[in-house]
């Protein structure tokens, strides 16, 4: 059974570009969640979508935006880049609200 | 405001050593997690732990919802061990999910 997988590892972008990062979740799962940790901080909640539908968000601007597929994976979206977004964005997915498993990571990097 | 916050933020230990990390939250709850974050920022699922005991080899972890705090609990302490702890909390108040700041446990051999 595979895990959560995220896509891709590494990613560098420029100010201004827009990027898009992917998650499959866990087999079973209905919900997908998104975090950004900076460096040397914990992971800061995006979003949650859960039937196709954002349910939950953080406190995130509306650059940051995302979609989930009827297979239930999801795509995250930044557009109009700052160097701020620079950080390791964690996809996780869980039954419903229960237990969260992670994804290894994307490593953004906006130059 | 709601808030996670992680006791000690940085702990040095020796190989063998035992340790306790502490996880206060300022509201009730729905769920409660502990994760091991390694050095290539994998987060690794330790324990779901809304309330209640759970022991797991030489971990083991409580949650006292009552009294809005979670300890986790390392016997024997590896090497391995070493690394950035995380609780992460569920507060259907506020619909969000909100993880600790952590603690930064170094073992040494």
């Known amino acids: 059974d595979a895990g959560v997988t995220q896509s891709p590892t590494h990613l560098i972008k420029t100010r201004g570009q827009q990027v898009t990062l992917r998650c499959s979740p866990k087999?079973?799962?209905?919900?997908v969640s998104w975090y950004q940790q900076a460096l040397g901080q914990g992971p800061q909640f995006i979003f949650q979508?859960?039937?196709?539908?954002?349910?939950q968000r953080g406190n995130f601007p509306d650059r940051f935006s995302g979609h989930q597929y009827p297979n239930y994976s999801s795509e995250l979206n930044v557009n109009a880049l700052l160097l701020g977004d620079s950080a390791l964005y964690l996809c996780?997915?869980?039954?419903?609200?229960?237990?969260?498993?992670f994804g290894p990571g994307t490593r953004l990097t906006v130059t | 405001g709601i808030q996670v916050e992680q006791s000690p933020p940085d702990l040095i230990l020796q190989e063998g050593a035992n340790s306790t990390l502490r996880c206060n939250f300022s509201?009730?709850?729905?769920?409660l997690q502990w994760f091991h974050q390694n050095p290539w920022g994998q987060l690794i699922n330790l324990f779901y732990?809304?309330?209640g005991t759970k022991q797991n080899g030489r971990l083991s972890a409580t949650t006292v919802a009552t009294e809005r705090y979670s300890l986790l609990y390392i016997s024997s302490s590896q090497t391995t061990d070493s690394g950035v702890y995380f609780c992460?909390?569920?507060?259907?108040?506020?619909?969000?999910?909100?993880f600790g700041s952590g603690t930064r446990l170094s073992i040494r051999p």
């Open positions: 996780a997915s869980s039954q419903s609200n229960y237990e969260q498993y």
């Open positions: 087999s079973g799962h209905d919900t």
């Open positions: 979508y859960y039937e196709e539908e954002e349910r």
């Open positions: 509201d009730s709850v729905n769920n």
């Open positions: 732990i809304p309330s």
């Open positions: 992460a909390v569920w507060y259907s108040s506020a619909s969000k999910i909100i």
